[in-house]
Each structure stands twice: as C-alpha cells, then as structure tokens.
C-alpha cells in the first residue's frame, strides 16, 4: 500500500476522550496556579478559589461540548494546549495584580471576562460556520475589513498613541488593538488570493542560478503588502505588527506557488525593509541599539532606556533553573510584566523550566497547525491553516525572542498568557478556526467507492 | 503544497529551538553574569533580606541578623559598632565592607561548603541561613587598645595591631576615628545614604581602616629592619661600635642629618644597643650607608613590605621600601624616612617575626568558619609568609629591645615583672603637620604570646611632646598585659 492509498483508506479517530483528559489537566494547571499565586504571595489559598475554579471550568468544558457536537473530529490536542496556556496566563496575571496592590478588580478579572467573551466567540465561530470553504467568499471582503481596521487607529478622536505606538482605538469606554483582528481577515484574504492566483505566481518565471525567479509583473501582490508593512512601521511605529504581516504573506505565497524564489524576494524586500528602518526612522534605531547594548542604556537618565528588557533579563537569571516560585521574586520590577513581558515574569518565578514548556506549547499549536494543513483536502484550507499557524509561530517567536534578546525588541502580545482583550479574543477565533479546518480535514470522506459489476450508468459514446 | 509545508515546519522547528536554546543561555548559562551585575536590584534585595550569619569574636556576635518587622526580613546589628566597625565593616542595601565583604558567601549562606545546609533549608523549606564566621580577635586586647585611643582624647587618629607571633592569628585590631555600622546597615535608605555620605566627607576619613590601608613613613620603627639587615648583611652584634656623634654629613650633599633635639647619642663611637635604645639617627644612618640599598630593600621585603598578605579583609594597602636610592636618601631610608611607608600591620609583622625567632607567620583574621548549626565548616592553620632573619638575629634583637624598654625611649610600655621588647618612632613628615607616633614590640621577651604596632597619626598633643613612646607606648602596655596579666 503505498503512502496516497494509506491516506485516503485511513481514518482519523475523533479522540474527543483524549481531549476531555487532556482538558482536565490543563485545569489543573489554570486552577492549581491560581491556588498557588495565593499561597505564595498571601500565604492563603484565594477566597474564590471555587468561584474562580468553577468559572474556568465551565469554559473550557463549555468548548469541549461545543467542538464534541459540531466539529466531533477536529484535532484534539489543540483546545487543551490553548486552555492550558491561557488559564497560566490568568494566574501569572493576578499574581502581577497581586504585586501591583490590586485586590479583586485587577487586570486578571478583566483577562476573565475577556477570555469568557473569547470563548463564547469560539463556539459562536464553529457553531455559525460548518464549513471553512464559505470564507472564501469573503476573501476581498476581509482585505477591505483589514485595510479599514489597521488605518483605524489613525484616525483622530478615536485612535490613541500609547508608549509611542498607535495601535489603539477608543470607542467610548471601550478599547481594543484592531491589529489583532486584522491579523485574522488578512489569512483569510491573502488564503482566498492566493487560492486564486496561485497558478499565476507559480508558473511564469524566468530562471537564475538555479532559482526561479517571479516575473516582474508579478511582484504587484507582494510589493503592495511590503509596503503596507512598512506603512505601519512608519506612521503607527508598530514594528511587530509590521513584521508578522509581511513574513505571513511570504510564507503563505512560498506555500501556494511552492516556489522559493519568493522566499528570495521576500528576504530581500524585508531586508532592505529592516535596513533602511533601522536607519532612518528613530523608534526603530533605538529599538536595535538598545538590543545590542542593553547594559549601556540600563537606568540612564536621557535617550533610550532599556530598564524594561534588563530588569526582564535580571529577573529571568535571577529566576534560573525552577524559579523562584510565586510570590518570591520581584517581576513587578518590569513594566508592562503583565503583557508584552509576561514571558519574563514567568521565567523569573516559575524558572527555565517553565519557559521552555510554555515554548514546546507554542511549538505544538503550530505543529498541529501545519499538521492540518498537511492533511487537509482542499487547497483554501490548507492556505488557511498554514497562514494561521505561522502568525502564531512568528507572533511567539517575535515577542519572546525579543524578551529574552534573541531579536530586537518589537511589542506583540504573547497569545493567550499577556493581558489583552483583542489579542485574546483574536486568538480564540484562531483556534475555532484551525478546529474547523481540522475537523474537515480528519472527517473521513464519504464512501464513494461502487464497483464496476455495480455500474449503474454507462459510458456513451458520443457521435 | 505539502513539501512547502513540510519545510515551513521544519523552519518553525528551527524559530522555536532558537527560542529555546536563547532561554537556556540566558536562564542557565549566562545567570551568573547577571546576577553579579551590581546594579541588579534583585540580588541585592534578596541578599539584605537574608539571615546572615554572625561575625563572632569569642563567643559574643559583633555583628548578627535580628528579625525586623518592616519590608526586609532581617536587620543587620552591630552591639559594639564602633569599637569593631574596622573588622566587621558594614553591610548596606548598597555595599559591604571588611569582613562582611570578604566573608559574604559564608555570611550569606551561598558558600559551597554550606552546600549541605542549603540541601537541608530547601528539603525543610526553611529559609536558608548563613553561616558564621569567628574571628582570632582576644577581646580583651582588642577593648585595651580601643580604650586606649578613647583615653587621648577626640580628634585622634590612629591604629592598633596585636599578632600572636607564633601563629600570625590578629589578636586587636583598632582603627581610630570609628564609624558606627549600624547607621549605614538601616533599612531607611534615605538615613542610611546621608549617613555614609557624611562619613565619605568626613576629613578624618572614618571608613579607613588605618592599621591596614593607611601608610606612613614608620620613622625609628623601621631601625629594626636596618639593624636586622646589619646583622644579616655586616655580622654585627648588639656590641659592635657604631658612629654616636651628633649629626651626620651625607655624602654627596651639602645635607647634615641630625639626632632629635640635635643631640650627641652619648659619644662618638656607642654600641649598637646604645644606639637602639636612644634611637640615633646617626649611628643607623651611617650603619645604612654600610648597606647597599638591595640589602636593606631585601630585609624589608622578607619581613612583608612590597607584599599583600592579608586576605581575611579587602583593601590591605602594600607597605613600600623605595627603589634605587643615592646614598643619602639611603641614609634617610635606613632610619624609616623618605619614602619608606609602612602600616601598622606591617611593622607589628616586624615585631612579630622577630618575635617568632625570625620566622614571620601570615596574618589571619578568620579562625572558623561554622553552619548556622555551629558545625565546624573550615579552620584556618598557620602558614609561615617568610623567614625574615636568623634565629641568632632575632634573639640579639629582643635583647636590644628589651633593653630600649628598660632603659631607652620605650620606657612608657615597661610591665611590672614582665621582660617586654619593643621600639618607638617619631615619624617627620611635613614641618607644618605634627610627628606620626610609633611603637612595636612583644612581650614576654623570651616567649612571646603578643606582638604589637600603635601608630598615633594626629592627637591633640602639643608638638614637642610627641614621641611614640609617650604616646604609643601605654597603648601597647595596655594590649599585652590583657594577654599577659589576663
């Protein structure tokens, strides 16, 4: 049996049970380390620990039942990895509050209450839409909806700077990072697209040094979204956001047209892209000068400063193998420890070893992303699952690698551990998304096979 | 579109090793650099909030960790601060001194031979306590010589050392003005920074610890250096005749050197005791002459000059014998001027070594090292530093001094029934400032339990009357009888 025979005659279990079990864990994770935030840092098991445990549960058995009816054969190692890294999340965040003073109306509430809408969006998203093929449709649609939503925080009266970076709107009392969202229309734009055009891009070409290289024609699609990217960079100094759109659309347009040479290209653009940032625009420059150098810039009084990234790396050092546990370091000393840094955090109190488990996590998300991909029929579902995965991948790597000073420091949110509503609710759609692909792509097919002696219908020969 | 897939994994494979492997660095392999990083407030904070082990001299702490009810844990004391603050140092939120900065992985609980405590505090989940460290100090010697300073009154500046000669154990050691640790070990930060800047200010330079960071022309003191060297170098004896005139023309210059209060050292040729026991210039400045300036240079280095040889405390100042001289300024050298610059731990060596029939021990100030359970961790042994002079040059040199105790300048430190040796010095420096005060010596002469250096660096007394054996002298009496006359 060769290897096109065994995919087509095996078929994938539905495995809910594994996910219930694995589901069950990942509560033990959300909910011990709530228990142990209050242990360590108030000497106390929390008051509402039942309330909060009981909260957790019917969320994520909650998802478990809605993946169980509607989308039975979906990927089940998936929802609990998210349920996991998003109930540690909860807990790192209220033991921040905890530091900060905040009692019980702290930013870990808040994270609750969006992870409840989050979830509720998850199952709206799989209930709603049984087949991911109607996005299709949509796929210019989503373009425009991104295009509106990134240009939105430009907008005066609703758009807002904060920490030099205009990513935000305000409506009233509401706020949320639209490049969050945008993030989603655009995979399922540039899916839609390059579904489409992939021929295109694919075939004509001319051949240099061995790789192909696109025709000059070509380039409009990847050349609009270089510049798009360079756009936010320029006028909303949003170097992560700007770097995880562009590197998506060249992975899914090596994807599509499974030729390097676009990879090529896309190094290039970014390269020159990243040179020229560096140069020339200031946020950018000291961005990589505080990467290089961080002890220089560590406490000065004037220029770019680089406490945040310092006190993260003290604070992970300081934390080294186990950690020092909750309650026992300091990671109230790195601002914003609750978002973009809550990788240091967790390195400081809960150790290396929790560091790397956090990032085999991550790892597997975008292992079972791919794997999807792999093993799903159509081409938009695949297109979807690769752009979905990678964002996630190149997200994670993006936001710890600058934490931990791999890369230069850009500002993303960690998916499901920092504190933000957008990005959270975002991601949760991501996951319904990626099950939705999944649960198609593992459905067994429908028995279509009749034997010849069977053969209702017959061949005519037409004159 | 699968191979592209496949690669694309393997791609993100890479991003997520790299993540991975980064952590590690950071976490695991470059901790330690971070966690030195004196700026990383963490560190710091963790260390004040310890229970650090005690500084024990007897069996009383001179410096311990109380519990304290505000945002650290633990609260460094010092019951008699001032009295031992050149040993203990101090220990601030911003940095530690003495023995609490060369002990500090003992004291913080983080040395490798407390690694089996630690196991214990961690299996127990106790927080981990540091362990103690007990010092050679005999009390009573070192409240003899800080009384001593005490009894000349405010505005003194100066220095006690006492050895115990046959094993180099530092029995006192007094630095005068003091500081008070306990002001700059307080938790209000804000009281403790003025505090060490009005003591960084302050022109008496209280933080210094003279015996072993101050150097100084040692003046008549170092003649114990040129007679050894004479002894060693030319075969002379307490009984060779030396030049005893009142003034000395060098060669080589229009300069006379003179005795004190321009003085005949009685006649013009005296014994070599004679001259020790009157302190004449003349007779070892001429006798200096005699040697060539390696010879003087190589005794002086034997008995510690030109070398760092306490490693108990930070900051021991090297004691210095100049390099190529013309014969005059050997002359001045050959009686502890010029620029000869030594500290009181340095010529309590001197003493010390001749002491210990010519073998000078290396000075210690850590006698054990013990868990918070007082389980004994590391003892320190006596190691010999050099052997300075023959066992005949030193018992000839006791007798000399023994006799300048007797019936020379070192009258002041005469114990009752007690043969005691010892050597002043009346150190110029510039005409306008006074004279450095110097005495050394040991008792009892023939087996001597203690020896001692006293430098008195400014006092209130008048100018003519300054002479190390007035001023020196009690204090070292009062040292040795602490151990002799307990």
Redesign the interface.
Known sequence: MNAQTWAREFVHRQRRGAELFLLVLSLVVGVGGYAAVGIGVEQKVPADILGYGGWLTVLIVGAHVVVRFVAPYADPVLLPLVAMLNGLGLAVIRRLDLASGASHHGFARQQLIWMTIGVVLFAVTLIGMRDHRTMQRFTYTSGLGAVVLLLMPMLPGIGKDINGARIWIHLGPLSFQPGEVAKVLLVVAFAGYLVLHRDALALAGRRVMGVDLPRGRDLGPILAMWLISLAILVRQHDLGSSLLFFGLFV?ML???T?RRGWIIVGGGLFLVGAVAASRFIGHVQARVDIWLHP?QH??TAAGPHSDQLVES?????????LGRGFGN??PW?ISYANSDFIMGAI?EEL??TA??AI??C??LI??RG?RT??ICRD?FG??LS?GL??SF?LQ??VV??GV???IPLTGLTTPFLSYGGSSLVANWVIVALLLRVSDHARRPLPDLSFSASEETTQVVRLP | MNRPIRTLSVFCLLLFLALMLNATYLQYFNAKKLDDDPRNRRVIQAAFSRQRGAILVGKKAVASSVPSKDQFKFQRTYPEGQEYAPLTGYFSYYSQTGIEHSQNQVLSGDDSRLFVTRLVDLVNNTDPKGGNVELTIDPAVQDAAYKGFKALGAGVQGAAVAIEPSTGRILAMVSTPSFDPNQLAAHDLTKSTKAYNRLLHDPSQPLINRAIQTTLPPGSTFKLVTASAAMEDLGMTPDSKVPGGSSLKLPQTTHVLHNENNESCGGAQITLTQALDVSCNVSFASVGLKLTDQQLRTQAEKFGFGQTYLSDLPGQAISRFPTTLTPPLRAQSAIGQYEVAATPLQMALVAAGIANHGVVMKPYLVDRVTSSDLDVLDQTNPTELSTAISPKTASMLTQMMTSVVDRGTGTPARIPGVEVAGKTGTAQSTPTRPPYAWFTGFAPAQNPKIAVAVLVQASNTSRSEIAGGALGGPIAKAMMEAVINP
Do not use: H, P, Q
């Open positions: 992975i090596y994807v599509a499974e002890m560590y406490g790396m003290f604070g992970m050092a300081w934390g080294g193998l370091g300091d000393r390195g150790g290396l560091v790397l990032v085999l991550y790892g975008v292992e791919l991909a792999i081409d695949k297109l690769v995965a990678s991948a994670v790597f710890v690698g931990t000073r791999l």
